[in-house]
């Protein structure tokens, strides 16, 4: 690990109503390098990534105890801008979710809604989010085409750019390719390992191939517990936990 | 019979009379039209569309009511359209869920039930007494407006809940607001969808009767309301008016109603025109509805 931990997430307890999710987690993420957050599903995979831009202040019931750090701040202190706080942090969902407009348009929105309306300026984010995205050569004909009309992998790719063009320091994804085909995946894992050089990211999946192949550090969940969290190879290697171990040799899950 | 021939007896029946009511359904429609179209079509004409209304069948016109209907349907977008748009907005994207809002929805829900007429009485209590608008196209508007609100709220809400959460992710997770986020995102992609409940809406308030007769509407109008716009030949030229709005009014609807009460038979005739003339509109505003409404399912 080098540099300074980005989110220090210290005793986290969260609810949705009554329900206890997540049970005193303690973490660290690392600048600079994936972290996966890997377990079975229903675990709180999803719950403990929403908590860090804070996606989960959607849902009515949601509740926790416990503190994350982000940066040496109080991520949920009241004097926390969330819009700000989003645009440091940005997120790519499960299922490719573009806007409904051109492809142009997308990566352009983060800006827009910032105030930018210099066409040339836009024009130069956009490509070089896309460049960045792994996607500039195959859309660079038609960014005036709606997004729908592009591939599931391409348009997580530009979902992936879209995030980028609002010049994110954190990256979040929440199974990024669970929705994708195998030759789909192996693009959007490379550009996790491209972006690593420049990103703190942090992947859920309950793939351990995937966890593998692109993190750093892994952290297995279970059950809303926090089981194990060690470098990836050492954990694929020598898990310390018997349900590590049984996650890993496919057990369950 | 075994079970199994009973069964697929069952099913032919079934078949033929649902077969039976569908047709009956069409039929009476058919013949209705049929009707109508006999009856009105050759007094369909020029002068039939431009004239004001005549104690002679053959020299009265609708002029005075397609204009006045045209009049009250603007006065009611107008009105509506906005207010409506805006409680739905409230209500799906930002209202708590709690009693109060609770509450509020089920009245919306009750309101959009309640027979035509109540609104009527209700616009002729608020807006023509005690606002002292008296009969005049803005009360008649407002009515129908009141008439068509709980329908254009229910429809808006609708459609914003079509929208899936995962575009309101999209543009929060970038940091845009709750409200750029309705702004942007949320009302272009509902926006068909909102268009096309309005204007179902309307195309069904453009047919009431009953609350503008409450209110008073008058049925006999040899004249336009004064147009808005006028232009004179000395400064300022062009000149602006409201009072129009102000002005007393008949809708087609209303017109009709007047000509088929009437005894002689070229009065029936004209209803009967006057009938191919309203639903003419309905169709074409249904049209509209229903393309829009195709169009954006290809959507997602
Ligand atoms: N908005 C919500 N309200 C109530 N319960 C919820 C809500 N969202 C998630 N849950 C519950 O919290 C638990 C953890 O959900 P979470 O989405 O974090 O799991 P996950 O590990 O991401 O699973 P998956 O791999 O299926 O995505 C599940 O039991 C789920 O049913
Ligand atoms: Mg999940």
Redesign the pocket.
Known sequence: MSGETVFKIQNLNTF??A?Q??KKVNLDIPPKAVTA?M????????????CLNRMNDL????RYEGDIIYKGTDLYASSVDVTELRREIGMVF?KPNPFPKSIFENIAYGLRIQGVKDRDYLSGVVEESLKRGALWEEVKERLNDSALALSGGQQQRLCIARALAVKPEVILF??PCSALDPMATAKIEELILELKKNYTIAI?T?NTAQAARVSDFTAF?YM?DLIEFEPTGKMFTAPKDSRTEAYLTGKFG | MTRNQWSKFSDRVFQAVGLFTTFFGLAVLAVLLYDVFTDGFSRLNWQFIMSYPSRKPEQAGILAAWGGTIWIMVTTALFAIPIGIGSGIYLEEYARKNRLTNFIEINIANLAGVPSVIYGLLGLAIFARAMKLDRGVITGGMTLGLLVLPVIILSTREALRAVPSSIREASLALGATKWQTVRYQVLPAALANIMTGIILAMSRAIGETAPLIAIGALTYIPFLPTSPVSVSKSAPFVNFTLQGFLDPFTVLPIQIFNWVSRPQKGFLVNAAAGIIVLLLITLFMNAIAIYLRHKNQKRW
């Open positions: 949705y109503g329900k999710i997540l957050l377990g079975p599903s229903g675990c709180g995979k999803s719950t403990l990534i929403r849902v009515l019931n949601f499960q929440d199974e859920v309950h969940l809303g």
